[in-house]
């Protein structure tokens, strides 16, 4: 018997707990409409508080392999992602392996269901994206001897097997060659950062380059939105409607860049002569602005494939995930110049 198979709660441990046959515990997971909200929530109840996953059939095989990776993104609406997932399926596919693709839409209690969902179709591993989840989630998969790594992330001081790249030093370097070109008022277009630590970070990055230049988080103007082009638009309309105006405006990504030098076009703003703009990523949309995004390079074919390696080469010969940080770049194009003389 597998070490899995001895720790695993089973069908009947939630029955038992739940006060219910094994039967309707079936019924309830697959079933949900057959039964009555308060005998759903009792069989849901139980399977949290025990982190019962139900087997589909792969796991009870011999072998304990499905040849299936599962990775959560956090949207399919950002092209931002599209890159490593892309190369990371392709490495996958070479070695034999599928891919199963969820997204969680920024949501940590989605991204869990997630979770517990891939580990019951036997995902053989599971790629996340950033650190930031509940801990019972975590325990969660460690109870379920799931391989996890980490991606879009890197932090030293942290346990977790990361593949990716420091976003707080990376949105330093880009504040520091900002306030190099003599900037002292930036705003900063970002999403949630509760819910994205990845955002968190860059914030962190740009507010430590401000105070090492003496400047006070005044200077700094945070509005928080979420990713699109149209959010980054009103983001940017939002902050350049402020009576001491920014001379330039930081993005957390590219998309919501783009969105804001639509908007300053359309307010009759020069960039970067009466505002700067920058970005985050250096996707392909960064090039198809006029003028083109000021950005940081992401490695992110680069972060997928390795990522692919990493979890092939654990499963297939047992060699242990390593963290491995990945090198940012500054891009600086023509949205970034020199701040207006007053």
Known sequence: MTKDAKSAPTLEDVARLASVSTATVSRSLNFP?????????????????LGYSPNFGARAMASQRTRTIGAIIPTMENAVFAQGIQ??????????????????AYRTDLEEKQIRSLIARGADALLLIGFKRAPAITAFIKARNVPTL???????????????????????RLTEEVLRLGHRRVAFIAADTDTNDRVAERLRGASEAMREAGLSADDL??????????TGAAGF??????PDRPSVVMCANDVLAVGAVKQAHEMGLRVPEDVSIT?????????VTT????????????????AARALIALLEDGTA??????DTELRLRGSLGPAPKS
């Open 150 to 172: 980490i991606t879009w992330a890197f932090d030293p001081s942290r346990t977790d097997a990361t593949i990716g790249f420091d976003n707080r030093h990376a949105m330093r």
């Open 87 to 104: 190369a990371f399926q392709e490495e996958l596919d070479a070695d034999g392996y599928t891919l199963l693709v969820a997204s969680s």
């Open 237 to 242: 309309a939002s902050v350049m409607g402020q």
């Open 33 to 49: 409409e057959l039964v009555s909200d308060q005998t759903r929530e009792r069989v849901q109840n139980a399977v949290d508080e």
């Open 221 to 230: 103007v945070i509005y928080r939105t979420r990713y699109g082009i149209d």
């Open 279 to 287: 970005g985050f990523d250096d996707i392909e949309l960064a090039h």
């Open 321 to 326: 995930l390593e963290s491995q940080h990945l």
């Open 291 to 306: 003028p083109e995004i000021a950005t940081v390079r992401v490695p992110h074919r680069e972060m997928g494939r390795r």
